[in-house]
């Protein structure tokens, strides 16, 4: 069986293609009952609107397809036409996220200020704050923040 060289073709592609597309994540893992990987693409509004990426996918796809037959990846976007199990890894850019690993970020808005006319203050100095775990900002606090 293939699973070592589709596994590290797998990832050299994906770590590739998440650098070149920068708001692409992609998710996968190997189901030992269909005895192949399963790679699922996201977001799909990005996508969509990206018929660049397409080409690529479509390419990788039936190289792998070429390559290795009943063994090669199955693809889909969004897991539409399968799921994932919450173990699956998923690659994006500047990071590698195992599901088993819990994962640690922060939040941080900038707001660069608004140029009024005649104005003596620098328009390159901005503003950012740390934001809590689930900070949705409204139309008011947009406004503050580019006031502040």
């Given at each position: 069986m293939n699973k070592a060289n589709i596994e590290k073709q797998l990832r050299a592609w994906a770590s590739r293609m998440t650098k070149k597309y920068t708001w692409l994540f992609i998710k996968f893992e190997f189901c030992e009952s269909r005895g192949v990987f399963?790679?699922?693409?996201?977001?799909?509004?990005?996508i969509e609107l990206s018929d660049e990426f397409n080409l690529d996918a479509m390419q990788f796809a039936d190289e792998m397809n070429a390559t290795y037959?009943?063994?090669a990846p199955l693809f889909t976007d969004e897991e539409s036409l399968f799921s994932l199990s919450p173990n699956a890894e998923t690659i994006a850019v500047r990071s590698f996220v195992?599901?088993?690993?819990?994962l640690h970020y922060s939040t941080s808005i900038?707001?660069?200020?608004?140029?009024?006319v005649a104005s003596w203050t620098s328009s390159s100095v901005r503003t950012t704050a740390p934001a809590g775990k689930n900070f949705r900002q409204t139309q008011s606090e947009a406004f503050y923040a580019i006031a502040a």
């Open positions: 399963m790679v699922s693409f996201s977001p799909l509004n990005q037959g009943d063994e195992s599901a088993s690993a819990p900038s707001a660069l200020p608004q140029r009024a």
